[in-house]
């Protein structure tokens, strides 16, 4: 099958790789053979060791190993080895990271067990996802590819001081690689099964001695890993453009002025939603009994589906160093459309016809954010730094869902009057958060430091919502009517987040710590509501408290590095999307409800290890034990002891690279990784039905590297595991989404 670019894409992507390649022979002349990061490349997989990370997740520039919390952090080398190309695929680097999406507009974060499954316009999620220190508010502007990526940086557990509202599970951090003076860059083409072709290139130099450019971009093609047969079409495909451009002017050695924009378009043919029955809602009868295909990836719906995501951002950041510290200011301004409709399969029994239902969904949200921080200096006598700042946010969302319900085969629903069934909701949310915070680190001893700090946080939202109904669906369900509301609300919540740190040097190399930390996510207004008064009645707050001790090292002549931690963390109010049906309500509702109390224990392990400069290990183990304490569902059952949805038990990756040499210019490499994940639930009624069992994942690369020059062939899931990424409620029936098959290909990488 021919694949066609974009125009855009096509004259985009050519104008970058023209760039590189002109780029390089200048760099030769200008600069070193090698550049700087080519340079740190090669002297990483040369070395014997594991290398130093520089992270910056207290604000300030740090050792990993250093910083007293949990904190898995990947190099862009290890980034680029993996293919990781979105936060979507973290999770298999990251202890205690759990993920899944509903579609490309709600990627769903786990880390510890607390995440969320809702994405209503005046709702939240509970593991956030900053690009270079920018909250980004909504799911949607979550699935930003990754460009020129310096590192990410994990963070588990709440981060309530330095990073604010919705960080009660835990953060993502992705900081981009800045421009430089020395010319350098990379180009890389990829191309596997299901004509998977993968485009990216990034370069950076110099302007002038004062400023530098960096401009990278990518485009990704394939065909559908899924087929709707009725209709003859690819679903789960993929065509995807994204761009990156950032300007660095550094006037003098004390300031510096970023500023970067970034541009992503995503679209495909919607997914394969596969009905898994059999119950037997009146007066339909199951889903399954019309599936005339047992292939979880072969559709039957007559519904053209499409799933379309477009983001843009903008960044300017400045920072002035002084004898006193450093102040930084942040101000982005950030979007998100989506678009997509989503078909299930055909439903219905007699004396009624089968039926197909289209779900659509459309938002449109934007953000302005601003951040002001002063970091000091070291003082008092160089024991104690200090940071301090205030946060500003906006938030608009405009979200529109419609549910569709109409007859494809024999004659239209009596019920109906021969019309479609239609049902929509409108909602229109502003978002206002202010937030102020300090912390301090005080080394008390040349071994012992403390840190401590606070933050308010104030936030208010706004919402208007309007349901209507057009025609009568309530009829052919035989339910009580749906309520048509236009409803307005508004409501505002306040929290202090404290955090306490001790760390503790039993050595040069290996340290001892324990922690404390507080997350505050606020409330909101539901997504989905069957009344106007369920509509404007707000849910509660949710918050954590987090208790943590653990152990970093480097050991063994630093060929080794280690992160041991054990937590617990009680959840107050912790919101709950449930889908049970009460007896008042025409139909199931997605609803958001406080559970009463649950908590989070477990243990979690980070290893890193280079004991010969042609080998490289790694793994993480994940223990955790994440159950509700105190919730009563819609059906007034008590789901107490339950455990909490998307909290795989037991969960462990491992892996390791060999490269020899096979001539005085060409090293061979191998590299493979394993992951496995325990059984977890869809569902807080931890339904049977609604349950995935335990799998691994498998994948592997084998190549020569030659100079700058690098060619592999590598494949993912290799065994072709196959295993759903979410289950979906539909009056009694479920639909399931599985995760992509096996995929394989080649890929070549030059860099300079």
Known sequence: MTKKLHLKSGVSFGVMLAAATLAGPLAAQTSPATSEPAREAEAARNDVGVQEIVVTALRRAQSLQDVPISITALTAEAINDAAIRGVDELASRVPGFTMTAFNVAQPRLFIRGSGSTDDGAAQDNSVAVFMDDVYIARGAGQAFEF???????????????LYGKNVVGGLVNVISRRPSQSFNGAAEASYGNYNALDLRAYVSGPISETLAVSLSGVHRSRDGFARNIRLNRDLENLNLFAVRGQLLWTPTSDLDVLISFDYSDHSDNGQSRKGEGPFTPPPFGSVTAFQTSTNPRESESPRVTYQNRTIFGSLGRIDWRSDLGTLTSITAYRTSDVNLGDAFTGIGSPPYPVLDTLNIEEETASQFSQEIRFATEPFWNDRATAIAGVYYLKESVDRTEIADLISVIGA??????????????????????????????????????????????????????????????????????????????????????????????????????????????????????????????????????????GMKGRVFGNRMTFALSAFHTDYDDLQVRQNAQRPEDPLPILRITNA?????????????????????????????????????????????????????????????????????????????????????????ANNAVNTQEGYGLLDAAAGVRV????????????????????VIPFLGDRFAIFGPPQTYGVRLRFSF
């Open 147 to 161: 460009l020129d990526v310096e590192r990410v940086e994990v963070l588990r557990g709440p981060q309530g001081t």
């Open 412 to 549: 239209r629903v009596p019920a109906l009057g021969g019309l479609t069934g239609i049902s929509g909701s409108f909602q229109d949310a502003q978002t206002e958060s202010v937030g102020v915070f300090a912390s301090a680190t005080l080394n008390i001893t040349d071994r012992l430091a403390v840190t401590g700090g606070i933050r308010y946080t104030n936030e208010t939202k706004d919402i208007s919502t309007r349901v209507v109904s057009i025609a009568d669906i309530d009829a052919i369900i035989a339910a009580p009517p749906v309520e048509e509301y236009d409803i307005a609300a508004r409501e505002s919540w306040g929290a202090f987040t404290p955090s306490l740190a001790i760390i503790y040097d039993i050595s040069s190399s290996v340290n001892l710590y324990a922690n404390y930390s507080r997350g505050f996510k606020s409330g909101g207004f539901q997504g989905q509501a069957p009344t106007g008064a369920a509509a404007r009645t707000p849910f509660d707050p949710e918050t954590a408290n987090s208790y943590e001790i």
């Open 596 to 684: 009463g109390a649950a908590r989070a224990r477990g243990v979690e392990l980070d290893l890193n290890a280079k004991p010969t400069s042609w080998l490289t290990l790694w793994g993480s183990y994940s223990y955790l034990d994440a159950k509700y304490v105190q919730l009563v569902d819609n059906l007034n059952i008590n789901r107490a002891g339950n455990r909490m949805i998307f909290s795989p038990e037991n969960s462990f990756n491992i892996g390791g690279e060999i490269e020899l040499p096979v001539t005085e210019k060409v090293n061979a490499f191998v590299r493979g990784e394993y992951r496995w994940q325990d059984t977890f639930f869809f569902d807080p």
């Open 707 to 726: 100079g700058r020059l690098t060619a592999e062939v590598w494949g993912k899931n290799l065994a072709d595991q196959l295993y759903r990424t979410n």
